[in-house]
């Protein structure tokens, strides 16, 4: 697992380079903050490189907030690291910044030749909501304006770029507008927003979505509290299908996921099948802040993503 003894973990996401490691990017925080609840407005974007999803060797942060005054100048969140046709590493993320007191959220874009040492791309964001379908920021509504984790990936037909995004629709019920948001790119650089790749259905949100192919059947993950999933719901994790990965997705749909343990997982194909990596948050009735082992799953129609048979322990970082 990984474990940082002065920072709490929690948010992550995982790239392969040409070498066969493992690169995590997650979202880090001191714990000289004491309260776990305050780790929000601190985070910067950690990095660390494992052989075996397991033993992990840390590595310089991959960004940190920007000076001010800037869009992101407050933290950096969760976001997904893809390479491009000209062999350059791309770090999708999302900003907030001071200037609305962290609570519109944007997404910005950090390149790099390494996979080390990252430069953002431009002093602005990258994308922003478009109130054509997207709800913007209305306290009276939200919290917050919701346009944040970025899951990018090539279009299977090579037609450019899709990314998912945590949205909410701009109709319906206040406490009911998740969706799945959506912009495509040509190139990585240039982005339209598009209108969502689903319908609200009772979520406030649905955080950290990514999306699969597993056991040849496409799947999105994504994650909610108790206070934002429908009904008397205490679920957190979930998954829907489609007929490919570009959706529509079905939320109203969608099923549960038994890993009561973790948050904001992701799903990493390896050498032994699909795995589900996510952190901890509580244990005894504490804030945890670590990211877990993998958690080996397949795909069963009647049941969904289920666990199997842990990985073999074996190799470092």
């Known amino acids: 697992m990984l474990r940082l003894p002065d920072h709490w973990v929690w948010d992550s996401w995982y790239a392969q380079d040409d070498d066969g490691r493992w690169h995590a990017f997650f979202l880090r925080a001191s714990r000289a903050l004491l309260d776990p609840d305050r ?6 974007i950690g990095h660390a490189v494992s052989t075996d999803l397991r033993e992990w060797r840390l590595l310089p942060d991959a960004l940190v907030p920007a000076d001010s005054p800037g869009w992101d100048d407050l933290a950096t969140w969760t976001g997904s690291t893809v390479r491009g046709p000209d062999q350059r ?18 997404i910005g874009l950090a390149v790099s030749d390494d996979m080390v040492t990252w430069h953002r791309h431009g002093d602005t964001p990258l994308i922003e909501a478009d109130p054509t379908w997207y709800e913007l920021l209305d306290l009276d509504a939200w919290y917050e304006q919701a346009w ?37 790119s040509p190139d990585l650089l240039n982005w339209t927003v598009q209108p969502p790749l689903s319908t609200p259905a009772g979520f406030g949100h649905l955080e950290v979505p990514q999306v699969a192919v597993v056991d040849g059947q496409p799947l999105l993950l994504f994650c909610t509290n108790p206070a934002t999933a429908p009904g008397d719901s205490q679920e957190r994790l979930w998954m829907a299908t489609a007929p490919t990965v570009r959706g ?47 958690v080996p ?21």
């Open 89 to 106: 590493w791309y770090l999708f993320y999302t900003g907030v910044g001071r200037a609305e007191d962290g609570l519109v959220q944007r």
């Open 148 to 184: 944040r984790d970025p899951w990018v990936f090539a279009d299977p037909d090579g037609d450019g770029w899709h990314m998912l995004i945590t949205a909410r629709g701009n109709q319906g019920p206040a406490a009911e507008r998740g969706v799945v948001g959506h912009a495509t």
């Open 39 to 44: 780790r929000h407005r601190r985070a910067t």
């Open 297 to 317: 799953v397949r795909y069963e129609p009647d049941a969904g993503l289920v666990a199997r048979e842990p990985l073999p322990a074996t190799g470092g970082a």
């Open 248 to 294: 529509p997705w079905d939320i109203a749909a969608a099923r549960p996921i038994a890993q009561p343990h973790l948050y904001a997982p992701r799903l990493v194909s390896t050498e032994d099948g699909w795995a589900l990596l996510g952190f901890v948050e509580h244990g005894d009735g504490t804030f945890v802040g670590e990211i877990s082992d993998p």
